[in-house]
């Protein structure tokens, strides 16, 4: 740690340990070769782990395995441009406990220089409540749109074709006589008209009912043949799912992938600058892969925290136990690919 001149290091450094002692995250600081020389109570409490078996571990060991692989690189990559940093911006990060539970995290970093080592002080915060919340609201939002588009097509649209009618038995008593008032009842007739197919197609957009009839493969290709004749941008479909998949496949389910396909085609349309859009889904192997993919502009770092598109879609892959990633190359455009553990009985 950098003490000033004019302090007593060991003054500063109790008063340190203090501050760390005291912050309510999880606090560990790491050496350049990862291995732990600090944590907080509050880390403890977190991991599972004793003051002293910490110190004889390195970080990695709380990573979980699937990503253990690549946290010796990347940790390398911070200590090579040291900077106050979030760790693994736009990623899902998670830490795993000494009793093998994993746990989803928020995690700062700062550079903190020793002597002639450079250190790293990563506070960690357990998300998992907010996380939880988060998919709550996607939940209830889901509910929420299906209860509006319910009403607007039972309530609104029947009584608006109520009010056509109404208005068309009016205009046909006052065509012989009153011609002139007839042909403005026909207008409002008409607009009436116009007013239902508007509100039905909104509803539909809230409700997919396509879904439930026809499933969620025949759903995906009818949103994305709308999205061709509406943008005229180059939209294909590739299917290498059985007919069975729309018979096993829970509802619940569907409607989350029908949202994530949703989002992501109207992203690339809206941000991408493409001039096709292909949309895969396939089950391989115990997985149902579903992919976006645009050949257009790609995307910029920190692009995915700019909107709500992107978190309502983690958080809608979070809900049916889906695993969601983003590639995106300047040169080859944008992929959103959704993984969901599934296999056909
Ligand atoms: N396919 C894409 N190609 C290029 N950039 C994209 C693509 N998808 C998203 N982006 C970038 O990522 C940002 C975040 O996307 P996100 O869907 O979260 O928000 P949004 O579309 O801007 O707004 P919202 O979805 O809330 O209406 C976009 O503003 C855009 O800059
Ligand atoms: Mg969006």
Same mark, same amino acid.
């Given at each position: 740690m950098n003490v000033p001149e004019n302090e007593n290091p060991d003054?500063?450094?109790?008063?340190?340990?203090?501050?760390?002692?005291?912050? $309510?995250?999880g606090i560990v600081v790491v050496s350049q070769v990862g291995l732990i020389t600090m944590v907080n109570q509050r880390a403890e409490e977190m991991f599972g782990y004793s003051r002293?078996?910490? =110190?004889e571990m390195s970080v990695d060991q709380l990573v979980p395995n699937r990503f253990r692989g690549a946290h010796p690189s990347r940790r390398e990559g911070f200590?090579?441009? $040291? +900077?106050?940093?979030? =760790?693994?911006?736009?990623?899902?990060?998670?830490?795993?406990? +000494?009793?093998?539970?994993?746990? $989803?995290?928020?995690?700062a970093l700062t550079p903190l220089p020793e002597g002639d080592e450079n250190h790293v002080l990563a506070s960690i915060v357990d998300i998992t409540q907010r996380k939880r919340l988060e998919v709550e609201i996607v939940r209830i939002s889901e509910n929420e749109q299906r209860r509006i588009g319910q009403d607007l097509h039972d309530d609104l649209c029947s009584q608006l074709s109520g009010i056509g009618c109404l208005t068309k038995v009016i205009e046909q008593k006052l065509a012989s006589e009153n011609p002139e008032e007839a042909a403005l009842v026909k207008k409002v007739t008409e =607009?009436?008209?116009?007013?239902?197919?508007? *509100?039905?197609e909104i509803a539909k957009g809230l409700v997919p009912t396509v879904l439930e009839t026809k499933g969620l493969s025949r759903a995906i290709v009818d949103l994305v043949s709308r999205q061709q004749d509406l943008y005229g941008i180059k939209c294909e479909v590739k299917l290498k799912v059985s007919s069975r998949l729309d018979e096993q496949l829970p509802s619940h389910v569907a409607v989350q992938l029908y949202r994530i396909t949703?989002?992501?085609?109207?992203?690339?349309?809206?941000?991408?600058? !493409?001039?096709?859009?292909?949309v895969e889904l396939k089950l391989i192997e115990g997985s149902l892969e579903l992919s976006i993919r645009d050949d257009g502009k790609g995307m910029q770092p920190n692009d995915e925290s700019e909107g709500m598109g992107f978190f309502t879609m983690k958080r809608r *892959?979070?809900?049916?136990?889906?695993?969601?990633?983003?590639? *995106?190359?300047?040169?080859?455009?944008?992929?959103? +690919? !959704?993984?969901? $553990?599934?296999?056909?009985?």
């Open positions: 003054v500063a450094n109790d008063r340190f340990r203090a501050v760390v002692e005291s912050a $309510p995250n002293d078996e910490f =110190m200590h090579s441009h $040291p +900077k106050k940093r979030a =760790m693994g911006a736009g990623r899902d990060l998670y830490a795993v406990r +000494k009793d093998g539970g994993e746990f $989803p995290v928020e995690i =607009m009436v008209g116009q007013a239902g197919i508007r *509100a039905r949703q989002e992501a085609v109207a992203n690339a349309i809206k941000h991408s600058d !493409c001039d096709s859009i292909l *892959a979070e809900v049916v136990g889906a695993a969601l990633a983003v590639s *995106a190359a300047i040169s080859d455009g944008t992929e959103i +690919k !959704c993984s969901l $553990p599934f296999a056909l009985i």
